[in-house]
């Protein structure tokens, strides 16, 4: 079982950067492949990043390929880096645990899920 808490959202202006936080909880945390994910009103959750058990592999979406930076440490912390922000970005941002799928990429693939944090990028 985990638990998630993300913090660190806010409103900046394009071109600003933020950085998410997302605090596990549990023992296990090193099981865990690790996730961003973001939503808005009316459409279907989007993957971001994601990082590896051991934080060896990451991955991106191309829209963000360049701009943000997922890391992970041994206390249990997940992090977002994000650069170079743009209205586009705005969303709420979640973070995800799953424990079985190597690049997972697909909201489905995760049991944990945190209750997001908001992100809002102006022009």
């Known amino acids: 079982q985990v638990q998630l808490v993300e913090s660190g959202g806010g409103l900046v202006q394009a071109g600003e950067s933020l950085r998410l936080s997302c605090a596990a909880s549990g023992r296990t945390f090193g099981m865990y492949q690790m996730g961003w994910f973001r939503q808005t009103p009316g459409k279907e959750r989007e993957f971001v990043a994601l990082?590896?058990?051991?934080?060896?592999?990451t991955y991106y979406s191309d829209s963000v390929k360049g701009r943000f930076t997922i890391s992970r440490d041994n206390a249990n912390m997940v992090y977002l880096q994000m650069n170079s922000l743009k209205p586009e970005d705005t969303a709420v941002y979640y973070c995800?645990?799953?424990?079985?799928?190597?690049?997972?990429?697909?909201?489905?693939?995760?049991?944990?899920w945190g209750q997001g944090t908001q992100v809002t990028v102006s022009s």
């Open positions: 990082i590896s058990r051991t934080g060896s592999d």
């Open positions: 995800a645990a799953n424990g079985r799928w190597s690049r997972a990429t697909e909201p489905r693939r995760y049991n944990y």
